[in-house]
């Protein structure tokens, strides 16, 4: 399973960016997609994860202000960034948990981060 990201780069503070990640590869079954960060000096966290029901959770630190949505049948998530703070700057992560095809165990993938950087 290999996810790839896109959607970062630089914009001032008050902006908006669109963050967007799909899932290919041997998959059987994606339970959970999701964003998480982390930023210079600091230990990575979550942003917001959406199950395969349409669940959302989020940080308490971007409620109101980011989206996260998806495409169960294309395993793709996207993660709409709103009102951005220069304290969203991040490299951010894309993640799933997912079964792969031939194996019955979930497990977590990682995809390669992409920067966001709010200016002052």
């Known amino acids: 399973v290999q996810l790839q990201a896109s959607g970062g780069g630089l914009v001032q503070a008050g902006g908006s960016l669109r963050l967007f990640c799909a899932a290919s590869g041997e998959i059987f079954s994606i339970n959970v997609m999701g964003w998480y960060r982390q930023a210079p000096g600091k230990q990575r966290e979550l942003v917001a994860t959406i199950t395969r029901t349409g669940s959302t959770n989020y940080a308490d630190s971007v409620k109101g202000r980011f989206t996260i949505s998806g495409e169960n049948a294309k395993n793709t998530a996207y993660l709409q960034m709103d009102s951005l703070k220069p304290e969203d700057t991040a490299v951010y992560y894309c993640?799933?948990?997912?079964?792969?095809?031939?194996?019955?165990?979930?497990?977590?993938?990682w995809g390669k981060g992409t920067l966001v950087t709010v200016s002052s």
């Open positions: 993640n799933c948990n997912a079964v792969a095809l031939g194996t019955w165990r979930p497990r977590e993938y």
